[in-house]
């Protein structure tokens, strides 16, 4: 009986068990489906990264030509030892290692932490850049004891104007936090895979976008050792675009050569397309140190010079414009009505203000007598001036100032341009807390108030007068490639219209600030004829008390500031000049400008 | 001259259903070999022999009388805990555990053996205590369960041991053990599984764990499931095609031909080929089943049901595995995974069967 009683129970349970077994591989068959239908997308990208990489392949930047093809900023091969960062290795030992075939010095070792601390976009950082040839054939020979070490063909970039470029031409530095930063703002940081370096200044800034390219990569297939076993797919690079710039390099030599070791700017551009030729900043650095990370040596030297290298004066050097402004104060008067020729003052050799016992004193202290505009402006009347500025009131001459360009950026193709300071009374209770004085409109037509310029505005302003077509008008650049102009920005603005003779009468008098009688009569005959107007800039406020130029320190001494154009009747060029602590505008600076003139009108032809 | 009729009769004892279904799987598994073996036709070939030995035994043990088995079981079971000893005292170690023996001839793992011989020997003995069938005899049958158990788990290789001891278990409970025992081991298991927890090695814990979440420890222990998975999932409906799995081909899967053949398959062939060699497995499951339930005697049917389960629990552990239900435990999958201990012993458990189905009764030879 028990027998079957136990087969029954074994019977009973043998459908369970075969049920339960069943059960278990339907649950089975759900879990495969649930990984092989449901998740199939998500382990198929899974499996896609187990064993394909995308290796990105950096374009060249674009090389930077002078208007002439010359070349200012070109990539060189070089060759460097790197190392993965992201293995554990210990540096200092490799660099032991090297020593006898590579010297490896601190300041590689130095230079290695800094790039591994801003180091986002390489899978290998450099302990030794630009290997020279004997050092390259060393390490090949010996190439397999050093495992983790990895000979790398860069592109790197070159200035070879070296100071010359510093200002214009600018500098690329290796990609920095806040690069990225800027970089995913603009949704470009896709186009940075692989490459270190980006435009920190000048053109290499400014046109990072044209000059940068879009990398290409190359996909891999890897095994589980990370081998390369194939490639599947390649795109190549597209290398950045050349871009060629309106500098003259050899202009530009001329003018740092005349610049010597004083410190200041130039400005030359043509008139009739604002085509900058020259952009010196002085004094200057080399842009070649910034490349692979400037070190903290070289940097300390540059960024505690009281002279101030790194600052691009062009566009970012601010200076009160002193008789430099008288031109355009001129051009207000006459524009409404004010002394216009042959009206005449007697200039003493000061001024009083109508109802005030407050004198402003002439540069000349026994003044230039009977004056009319064109004297004014040859002569450089504070008299005249002080007398129109008052009678014309701070806002129409600010009216004036803003018109031709002061108080606003030029446009000008470089980042961080300064506006300058074109002040009026709502300003000054801003900044100042202080009313607005009568005495301030007064200063202010001599250029000696709260105005600011920048070499820039200077240059720019001054073609105005040089060549008054405003139709053709198109603000300075640097960018001189036709298609590639949409990136440029042009300020296409007018003038207001100038009454008829308004201009004549001011490059009559102009033209007489070359003649005998006039401030820079010292540039006098020659084949062509400088159209210009000097001014000096005080520095130091002598509180009544006695200039006397010898007697004041080195940098206490009033910027010398001179703007012409030349030919007079045919104007090819402009140029706009600053020597800083230079003294008097005519003497200072005029010769330098008589240099770059000389230059493009003479030896061009 | 050998006649037709002398094939018919020695082909006889064999079951046609159980034959057509190896035959599918074993072709699909040497598929599947070429492929996990990177192309090498080394442990293709090797497998082959594997095959074509385990078919000979197959062969000669579905004609032997089951009088026969029943009578050499107690001396195999004797023979399996020498040889699980000598393994403890002699054997040879790979990946961290001591399973192999070398007896000159081949090496073998003697916990495989214990797949056939445990079945066997607890069948033997609840056929020999029939009539008293009583607690005690449920506790005997557990020491003779415990014994290799044990050895094995010090070996340490805890999913054999586990297999073991549920295809034993099965046993006692298809023996007539009372529902209120199982009940009760239920609940001590569960209450135990802490101290079990505490005494396993620190790898076993990981690999636990891993299965909860895999990707927490991606390169270590869940590195093997994670690249399994990946090699499923990346599979697909019907696969990425024969010799295009990357996950193998490029060796991302580990043990691609022995534990991981399977997912090397599904990767190549999909869900669909999943569905096709399951559903043999199945057919193969089903037709034992109904051989199971013609049986008179105990020992036929306990031996057969621990042989089955040996069989069934090694599918379903390995396909859990690469699925990510159940821990690494270094379960191969029956007729599919390279390995000679493996094959043969599957296959001798097939034949055992199909010997004890044939002559349906102890007495009736």
């Known amino acids: ?605 | 001259m050998i006649k037709i009729e002398d094939f018919k009769e020695f082909f006889k004892s064999l079951d046609q259903t159980i034959i057509g279904c190896l035959i599918i799987i074993l072709s699909t598994g040497l598929v599947a070999l070429y492929s996990a073996d990177n192309n090498q036709l080394n442990e293709f070939n090797t497998q082959i022999i594997h095959i074509i030995l385990g078919f000979f035994v197959l062969f000669i043990v579905s004609k032997t009388p089951p009088k026969i088995i029943f009578f050499y079981t107690p001396f195999m079971y004797i023979l399996g805990i020498f040889f699980l000893l000598l393994v403890k005292f002699m054997g040879y170690e790979v990946n961290g555990s001591q399973r192999w023996i070398d007896i000159g001839l081949m090496k073998f793992q003697p916990s495989e053996i214990f797949k056939l011989v445990l079945p066997l020997m607890l069948a033997w003995f609840y056929q020999n205590k029939e009539r008293t069938i009583a607690p005690k005899i449920h506790f005997i049958s557990l020491i003779f369960l415990s014994i290799p158990f044990i050895l094995i788990l010090d070996q340490p290789d805890l999913g054999t041991a586990l297999m073991l001891s549920f295809s034993g278990l099965v046993i006692i409970f298809m023996a007539g053990l009372s529902s209120k025992f199982i009940l009760w081991g239920f609940i001590i298991t569960i209450l135990s599984s802490p101290l079990i927890w505490k005494n396993l090695e620190h790898y076993q814990q990981n690999r636990i764990l891993s299965l909860i979440d895999p990707f927490k420890d991606a390169l270590g222990a869940g590195y093997q499931t994670i690249q399994s998975l990946i090699a499923l999932g990346s599979g697909g409906l019907i696969g990425k095609g024969w010799l295009n799995s990357s996950q193998t081909q490029l060796n991302f899967l580990p043990e691609a031909t022995t534990d991981f053949i399977f997912a090397v398959y599904s990767e190549e062939f999909g869900f669909i080929g999943v569905i096709a060699i399951l559903s043999i497995y199945i057919a193969l499951l089903l037709r034992i089943f109904f051989m199971i339930s013609k049986m008179q005697d105990t020992f036929s049917r306990l031996a057969s049901v621990g042989l089955l389960i040996s069989l069934f629990s090694g599918v379903l552990v390995n396909l859990g595995m690469i699925s990510g239900l159940l821990p690494i435990v270094g379960a191969p999958l029956p007729f599919f995974s390279y390995g000679g201990t493996s094959m043969v012993v599957s296959l001798v458990s097939l034949g055992i069967i199909m010997s004890l189905y044939n002559h349906k009764s102890l007495i009736a030879n």
């Open chain 1, 1 to 605: 009986m028990q027998k079957n009683q136990l087969k029954f129970i074994f019977e009973k349970r043998l459908n369970a068990l075969s049920l339960f077994i069943l059960l278990m591989i339907f649950i089975v068959i759900i879990k495969f489906f649930y990984i092989q239908i449901i998740q199939h997308n998500y382990f198929e990208k899974k499996s896609n990264n187990n064993s394909v990489k995308v290796v990105p392949i950096p374009p060249a930047r674009g090389i930077i030509f002078d208007r002439n093809k010359r070349i200012l900023a070109e990539n060189k091969i070089t060759h460097n030892l790197e190392i993965d960062p992201s293995k554990k290795i210990d540096i200092e030992k490799i660099a032991n290692e090297l020593n006898p075939f590579v010297p490896i010095t601190k300041n590689n070792l130095a230079q290695y932490q800094r790039i591994i601390k801003n180091n986002y976009f390489s899978s290998t950082v450099p302990i030794k850049t630009d290997l020279t040839e004997q050092e390259l054939a060393r390490f090949l020979t010996n190439k397999y004891l050093f495992n983790n070490i990895f000979l790398k063909t860069r592109l790197k970039r070159h200035y070879q104007h070296k100071e010359l470029t510093s200002h214009v031409v600018g500098y690329i530095n290796r990609i920095n936090q806040r690069d990225i930063k800027l970089l995913t703002k603009n949704k470009r940081l896709s186009l940075y895979r692989g490459s270190d370096h980006i435009g920190k200044r000048g053109i290499e800034q400014r046109y990072e976008n044209l000059i940068h390219g879009i990398p290409g990569f190359e996909k891999i297939e890897v095994d589980a050792k990370g081998n390369i076993i194939r490639t599947l797919e390649k795109k190549e690079p597209i290398h950045g675009q050349d871009i060629q710039l309106s500098i003259d390099i050899e202009l530009q030599k001329k003018a740092v050569d005349a610049f010597g070791s004083r410190k200041g700017a130039l400005v030359a551009l043509s008139p009739h397309n604002g085509e900058i030729l020259a952009y010196v900043s002085q004094p200057y650095f080399n842009p070649n140190l910034f490349v692979n990370g400037i070190d903290h040596k070289n940097w300390n030297i540059l960024n505690n010079n009281k002279a101030r290298p790194l600052l691009d004066r062009v566009t970012k050097g601010l200076y009160p414009p002193g008789s430099t402004i008288k031109p355009f104060i001129a051009i207000a008067g006459l524009e409404n009505n004010l002394r216009v020729p042959p009206f005449q003052i007697n200039d003493p050799g000061f001024f009083t203000m109508p109802n005030q016992s407050k004198t402003f004193r002439n540069w000349k202290r026994d003044g230039h007598g009977q004056v009319d505009m064109v004297k004014a402006i040859a002569v450089s009347s504070d008299t005249f001036f002080y007398g129109l500025g008052l009678e014309l009131g701070l806002d129409k001459m600010n009216q004036t100032l803003k018109a031709y360009g002061f108080g606003h950026k030029t446009g000008v193709d470089i980042l961080g341009e300064k506006k300058g300071l074109v002040a009026n009374k709502e300003w000054k209770i801003k900044n100042k807390k202080e009313r607005w004085y009568a005495g301030e409109t007064v200063i202010t037509a001599i250029g000696q108030g709260f105005t600011l310029v920048t070499p820039i505005q200077l240059a720019n302003a001054t073609a105005k007068i040089a060549l008054p077509n405003n139709q053709n008008y198109i603000s300075p650049h640097l960018l001189l490639n036709s298609n590639q102009l949409k990136q440029r920005n042009d300020k296409l603005y007018t003038p207001p219209p100038n009454k008829k003779n308004t201009m004549s009468y001011i490059k009559e008098g102009m033209e007489a600030v070359t003649d005998s009688g006039g401030t820079a009569a010292f540039l006098k005959g020659g084949s062509y004829k400088i159209a210009a107007k000097t001014g000096t800039a005080q520095v130091f406020g002598l509180a009544g008390g006695e200039y006397v130029e010898e007697d004041l320190p080195e940098h206490l001494k009033d910027h010398a500031l001179f703007i012409a154009y030349a030919p007079a009747k045919k104007p090819e060029l402009v140029v706009a000049v600053i020597v800083e602590n230079g003294g008097s505008g005519g003497s200072a600076a005029g010769p330098i400008a008589k240099k770059v003139f000389d230059h493009y009108l003479l030896s061009n032809q």
